[in-house]
């Protein structure tokens, strides 16, 4: 079975590039690498395909039979369906969530909509480039954060990300504007635990892969103001200690894993996803934004920290298109 691995690779040298986080979405080659020997121990032979303008030529012509997805896309909010929407076009099997859903993921307000009120999510509110009525936002309860609303990997989140007043708000959405060209959402800042969760399968056969907390080395340091940003995942070695299960009571352990299915479920999640946490002052989970295309660097991907006790990476990696071919009813060998 010929398996083309959708892909953007991140350049090898991308320093000086700007912003500097700007290929922080993107796979080093070590990742397609190992992303390849898995799929080559099922029997499979994986070819890898950048996803670049000349994808529809290359997965025309390849003679494919299957599809395993990881490509980000370039642009905006639909980047990560283009690749999706292509083996549709094509009738080419994929793994993973499908266009409608990896645009929907990729814009977080269009994502909190979804899911709430089914799931909780923070006080927050879009502000589009150029926009200029703020009666609105004096409701919020400050500090906020501002995050660029449709990127990943925590781009455009850093320090100056917390903001303690509109003003300050209103410059980091100025910021996030002229630095990454995306609208920016406020959101009531949570000051508790961050979680993570894998859930994987499909249907009735859905299952958690995991709920990871996601806690500072060094919690004197930060407090609760700690956030896993760019510089923080980066030096994750050093700033972060990772504890699976989550250190939290069983019962805000099971709305957890409750809210998790019920977000995967709304937002029409496939084969697997990741979906991101946080706890308000009084330990109540709030649903941040789901990852329907998860990172799979074999040493820093979240998911893959998550499984090191459970699952091995090569039988992570191998779940994914196995789900798939359950769902599609397509035997993978
Ligand atoms: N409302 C919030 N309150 C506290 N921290 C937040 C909030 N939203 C995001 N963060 C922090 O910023 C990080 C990145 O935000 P997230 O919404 O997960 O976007 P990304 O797609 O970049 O991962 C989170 O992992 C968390 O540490
Ligand atoms: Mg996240």
Redesign the pocket.
């Known amino acids: 079975m010929r398996v083309a691995i959708l892909h953007n690779l991140r350049p090898e040298q991308s320093v000086g590039a700007f912003p500097d986080d700007m290929y922080e979405e993107y796979d080093t080659s070590d990742t397609i690498s190992a992303i390849c020997a898995a799929l080559a121990d099922l029997g499979l032979t994986p070819v890898p395909l950048v996803a670049d303008r000349q994808l529809p030529c290359k997965l025309q012509d390849g003679q494919f039979d299957f599809a395993f997805n990881i490509a980000e896309g370039a642009g905006r909010r639909c980047r990560e369906a283009v690749a999706a929407a292509l083996c549709e076009l094509l009738e080419i099997p994929f793994t993973g969530s499908d266009a409608l859903t990896l645009a929907v993921a990729q814009d ?1 307000a269009v994502a909190r909509r979804i899911v709430s009120p089914e799931v909780l999510v ?1 006080p ?1 509110r879009l502000v589009e480039p150029g926009s200029s009525d703020m009666s609105d936002f004096r409701h919020l309860r400050y500090p906020v ?1 501002v ?1 660029p609303n449709d ?5 455009g ?1 850093g320090p100056g ?1 917390i903001c303690g007043s509109l003003e300050a708000a209103l410059e980091r959405c100025r910021w996030l504007g002229e630095n990454y060209g995306a609208p920016a959402l406020i ?5 508790g635990v ?1 979680i993570t969760v894998g859930v994987c399968g499909n249907g009735s056969e859905r299952r958690i892969l995991g709920v990871m907390e ?1 806690a500072p080395a060094d919690p004197g340091m930060d407090g609760n103001r ?4 760019v510089g923080t995942k980066r030096d994750w070695r050093r700033r972060v200690r990772y504890h699976v299960p989550a250190r939290l009571p069983a019962q805000t352990l099971s709305i957890i894993e409750a809210s998790a299915f019920a977000a995967a479920r709304l937002l029409g999640c496939r084969d697997l996803a990741r979906i ?1 946490f ?1 706890l308000d002052e009084h330990g109540v989970p ?1 649903f ?2 789901c ?1 329907p295309l998860p990172g799979l660097d074999p040493e820093q991907g979240d998911i893959v920290i998550m499984c090191r006790g459970s699952v091995p990476y090569a039988e992570l990696v191998q779940g994914i298109i196995l789900d798939a071919g359950r769902r599609l009813d397509i035997p993978i060998r």
């Open positions: 977080k923070a927050g954060i995050k990127e990943g990997s925590s781009k989140i990300a959101e009531e800042f949570l000051p961050e996601i700690f956030i896993y940003d991101d946080r709030h941040l934004e990852n």
